[in-house]
């Protein structure tokens, strides 16, 4: 895994050409993977990603020298078998997993814990569920980091459903989008447990309604 330039973590998913491109695009124009290894920066704790698709946030986050222990679940089979594939074919130390987060438990897990771009994707009455066994399984040093759009009248917002529902009918996604969460609600869940959270855009050049949202146990974060 010497060479971890954009272009090449793209390569790794090779030779399957849609997976390769998608990682071009998306590690050129969406700020995610590093704003998101920024929040995890300096935290120790092993990293639950829920929905974590191909696995490319794997792939950044050993590129941003974190090397904490990495565990990725998605429901859909065919991108975790692309994810084991190039994992393994690089030589990256990250475990996959098929689960439907809308139906099962996460598995077991202490630690910190992503859901990035998920939400919208899951039955709206979900998620409260989801995040919820998100916050159990956080250790009191782990960081939970969302990066989700908001439900708010926006155009970004608006934007933001038209390439999802494209993403959906270009087979790329499972799902279509159904409801983006409110920061109310993800307030309400993070207050009613302990946690304390800090919201902001993360969307780079984009056109999006997206924000990266960080929650620790009070006091608990490094
Ligand atoms: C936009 S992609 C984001 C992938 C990854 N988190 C990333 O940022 O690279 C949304 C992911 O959520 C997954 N997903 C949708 N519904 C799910 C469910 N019920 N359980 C688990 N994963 C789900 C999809 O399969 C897809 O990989």
């Known amino acids: 895994m010497s060479d971890a330039s954009p272009a090449?973590?793209?390569?790794?998913?090779?030779?399957?050409r849609p997976h390769y491109y998608y990682a071009r695009i998306k590690l050129a124009t969406d700020p995610i993977y590093d704003g998101v290894a920024?929040?995890?920066?300096?935290?120790?704790?092993?990293?639950?990603?829920?929905?974590?698709?191909i696995g490319l946030f794997a792939h950044m986050l050993r590129r941003h020298g974190i090397r904490v222990p990495y565990h990725?679940?998605?429901?859909?089979?065919?991108?975790?078998?692309?994810?084991?594939?190039?994992?393994?074919?690089s030589g990256l130390d990250a475990t996959f997993e098929t689960v439907d987060l809308a139906r099962e438990a996460p598995p077991a897990h202490h630690g910190s814990v992503s859901l990035l771009d998920v939400l919208q994707f899951v039955p709206p009455d979900t998620h409260a569920g989801i995040v919820g066994a998100a916050i159990d399984r956080l250790a009191p040093e782990g960081r939970l980091v969302i990066r989700t759009g908001l439900q708010r009248e926006t155009v970004r917002l608006r934007v933001t459903r038209a390439v999802d529902v494209f993403s959906r009918w270009w087979g790329w996604?499972?799902?279509?989008?159904?409801?983006?969460?409110?920061?109310?609600?993800?307030?309400?869940?993070?207050e009613a447990r302990g946690l304390e959270a800090t919201f902001e855009p993360l969307r780079g050049r984009t056109p999006f309604e997206n924000w990266l949202v960080v929650a620790t146990h009070r006091g608990g974060r490094a």
């Open 8 to 16: 090449a973590i793209a390569a790794r998913f090779l030779p399957n």
């Open 173 to 190: 996604m499972n799902a279509g989008p159904q409801r983006y969460p409110s920061r109310a609600a993800l307030e309400g869940w993070f």
């Open 38 to 53: 920024g929040a995890l920066d300096g935290c120790h704790a092993p990293l639950l990603d829920l929905g974590c698709g």
């Open 72 to 89: 990725g679940v998605d429901n859909d089979a065919r991108k975790i078998a692309a994810a084991r594939e190039a994992a393994a074919r």
